[in-house]
């Protein structure tokens, strides 16, 4: 038996994951333990997870390894300090000391933090390792798909230098055959416009997505001014627009004069028109570039199949218009696109490409649904909400299942807490908050009443795998939520000649569809197919709901509020339940009515979190 334990940290979303013998065992991300989003820390308590699930001591794991190389990044840092010289010196001063004290010295760093898991840990063993960035996040892409060859490409903010690269698998092998280095990034344009919109950079990514439909691409000339993209994808940024690589903001004056206004104030200012004319507009530059990186790549390497990975690969949006311009056969993405998924990636490489070691290739994948985290037997789940003095009723599943679709069919808000949990940011039904996608006020009450969060934000559909032809425009499996599709015409309900001249969230209260609440402005959904064999518990609660409502569908949300990870343990969905306006929490076989709960253990969770 061997094993390989994988981590992933100090920039955001720290995580850890464990293989033996190639197979994926366990992974989750730091934040679901400590309750901090994106925590960018050393993940002490994944690795406790993945290690107590593979009933693994520290000094049992045959090779750890890191998903970065630090020096090459601290090579980055100066080179740029240089490079920007005298502009960068303020932001330059600051990061100088935390390098110097901590990252230049991180495999000592690491070797301690390890020593804490298992004192018998002999740190002279030699068995820690360092992948590169990019390759990392590569390796997480193809080597987990059902290809056994593929073009894979990556785009993020940045790794040691590489922003985006394509490379090609096949079988066992991984080479990245081309990259764009720092400053030029994707990422971090998409990021730039991030800070713009007021959004929190490398967390609101996913709000400006979903602003994007309510506008207009109408600022296209002047982000083209800013990054210069050639016909086969490769790009550059005009450096003179931005103060990412020199200062502590994202943009500069010149980039607020390009577009006649300051980046927007959350605290002070509305989102208007503007706004979401410019979430289009970078949108639509992000979707042009991913489309002509995938063109060339299909042209020169003349395979069938496309994996992706990085941040810039959670941009669903995209995805769906490269699956809907047939450029690739096939299109695989990994869950766990972001840094989190660099400890899965950096494993694999490992395994595969350092020791050579055969692949066989699953039809379906080999990420297990990505329910890789924490699960609670019943035993556990009773004795815990005992403890927290909730007041519930055991069923068994059969009842568990017919209660709960039964109440989804009324219009309640259920919070579902199942098996293990889901590694990346998309809850897949372990964690999910679940809606009747039929009630045309669902997205609206979820976001305000449950979430805490802005009303625009779209809700995904979860559906039964075999019913997905017969409601929206795509025929590829997404188990994931990673691809966007168009609802089919016949379920949809055309805007009136009025509708149509409303502006904007004004857009946000038509009823658009026969399933409203997942249907977005555009008419396009991010979808989810549930499929028996992964998660059969999910799949028989969606059945029963069709055989009520003769709707194969239900809306799926992460169970949280806004800036707050993922529910974990039994404690964060009673804790999350008692601070929302949810009207039934299910846990295992338990069934909790939120009116059979004390009144005392009521929270508000309206103001607990940070915004994200």
Known sequence: MSSILGISAFYHDSAACLLIDGKIIAAAQEERFTRVKHDSNYPENAVNFVLNYAKLKLNEVDQIIFFEKPF????RLLETYVAFAPKGFVSFSKAMPVWIKDKLFQKNLLLNKLKKHDKNYDKNKENLFFSDHHLSHAASAFYPSPFKEAVVITADGVGEWA???????????????KEIHFPHSLGLLYSAFT???????????????GLAPYGKPNYID?????????????????????????GLTMTNSKFNNLFGQKPRNPKLEKLTQFHMDIASSIQKITEDVMMKLARSARKEYGLKNLCLAGGVALNCVANGKILKEKIFENIWVQPAAGDA????????????????????????????????????????IEKELIRLG???????????????????????????????????????????ILGDPRSPNMQKNLNLKVKYRESFRPFAPSILAEELGNWFNITSNSPYMLLVSEVKKDKCIPMTDDEKKLFGIEKLNIKRSEVPAITHVDYSARIQTVHENTNPKYYKL???????????????TSFNVRGEPIVNTPEDAFNCFMGTELDKLIIGNCYLNKKDQNKS????????????
């Open 163 to 177: 922003t985006t690269t394509v490379a090609v698998g096949r079988e066992n092998t991984l080479e990245i055959k």
């Open 601 to 612: 253990l009521k929270k508000d969770y309206s103001k607990e979190f940070k915004l994200d």
């Open 72 to 75: 090459l990044k601290f090579e």
């Open 341 to 380: 998924g660099g400890a899965l990636g950096a494993a694999l490489a490992l395994w595969y490409i350092d020791q050579g070691n055969k692949r066989n290739v699953n039809a379906n994948d080999d990420m297990c649904g990505s329910y890789l985290g924490p699960e609670y037997t019943q035993d556990e």
């Open 195 to 209: 800070y713009y919109l007021g959004f929190k950079v490398n967390s609101g990514e996913y709000k400006l997505m």
């Open 390 to 432: 909730a007041n519930f009723k055991k069923l068994n599943e059969e009842e568990i299942i017919f209660e709960t679709s039964n109440d989804l069919s009324k219009g309640e808000a259920i919070g579902w807490f199942q098996g293990r949990m889901e590694f990346g940011p998309r809850a897949l039904g372990g964690r999910s």
């Open 222 to 246: 002047q982000i083209l001014k800013i990054i210069d993209i050639k016909e086969d994808g490769s790009f550059r940024l005009n450096q003179s627009y931005f103060s990412y690589a020199t």
């Open 542 to 556: 969606i059945k029963k709901f069709k055989e009520i409502t003769g709707c194969p569908i239900l809306v799926n």
